[in-house]
């Protein structure tokens, strides 16, 4: 079953303005992920957040966890075209081995 | 560079036979291996959950006799579709765990399924 759901399902934007996707869950949780999906093609970590840190940046990513709102983040600041994919978030429960994705959310920058 | 592999990674089969895909991590010893299915436009389903030298775990409603799981080996997974039907065409992910690795997960490229 699905832990959550991600808003918007799809985005489009266009290059160099900054995309933000949000996740939320249902469960308590260890750690929450991003990953991106290029159609037809596996998954790339991007980024990983703990249930006991605030906010994460990686380069052009900003990623934030508010564990009382049971939700996460994800900003892409200064959009390109190569950020164009799906991109999901994960968690993995207390107690559990296993990661459950979000919904996911359709980028799509606009050159 | 990858460290979980799979392959094939596409594979056209006939309805009502049966396909094997693998699930290889490359230079760890992946404990626990994931199998998940997803749709087009869709996200990611976990199948199972395998541990290495015992019987996977089933999500529910996931046929564990149509889609069989064996990791009989540190560095191998294998999901076998039997009997495959037009409606098992799907992408299937693998991903894997292990010791020395941490919490981190590592996904396979991904086999496309086409049943025809």
């Known amino acids: 079953s699905q832990q959550g759901e991600e808003d918007p399902q799809a985005l489009s934007i266009q290059e160099g303005e900054n995309a933000t996707m949000n996740c939320s869950y249902k469960?308590?949780?260890?750690?929450l992920q991003w990953y991106r999906q290029n159609s037809g093609r596996g998954l790339v970590h991007l980024i990983l957040?703990?249930?006991?840190?605030r906010e994460k940046h990686s380069g052009r990513l900003r990623v934030t966890l508010d564990t009382s709102k049971k939700s996460s983040s994800l900003l892409i600041t200064a959009s390109r075209a190569a950020d164009t994919a799906s991109y999901f978030c994960?968690?993995?429960?207390?107690?559990?081995?296993?990661?459950?994705f979000g919904q996911g959310t359709r980028l799509t920058i606009n050159p | 560079g990858a460290v979980v592999s799979q392959h094939p990674s596409r594979v056209i089969c006939k309805s009502g036979t049966s396909v094997k895909i693998e699930c290889r991590s490359l230079?760890?010893?992946?404990?626990?291996m994931f199998w998940y299915r997803q749709f087009p436009k869709q996200s990611l389903m976990l199948m199972a959950t395998?541990?290495?030298?015992?019987?996977?775990?089933?999500e529910q409603g996931v046929e564990k006799d149509k889609f069989l799981i064996n990791h009989a080996s540190l560095t191998l997974s294998t999901l076998t579709v039997t009997s495959a039907h037009p409606e098992d065409s799907s992408f299937y992910i693998c991903?894997?765990?292990?010791?020395?690795?941490?919490?981190?997960?590592?996904f396979g490229e991904g086999s496309w399924l086409t049943v025809v």
């Open positions: 994960a968690t993995d429960g207390l107690g559990a081995q296993k990661l459950v």
């Open positions: 957040i703990r249930s006991n840190e």
């Open positions: 395998s541990n290495e030298g015992s019987k996977a775990t089933y």
């Open positions: 230079d760890f010893q992946a404990t626990t």
């Open positions: 991903s894997a765990r292990g010791g020395g690795r941490g919490n981190t997960i590592y």
């Open positions: 469960t308590s949780i260890n750690n």
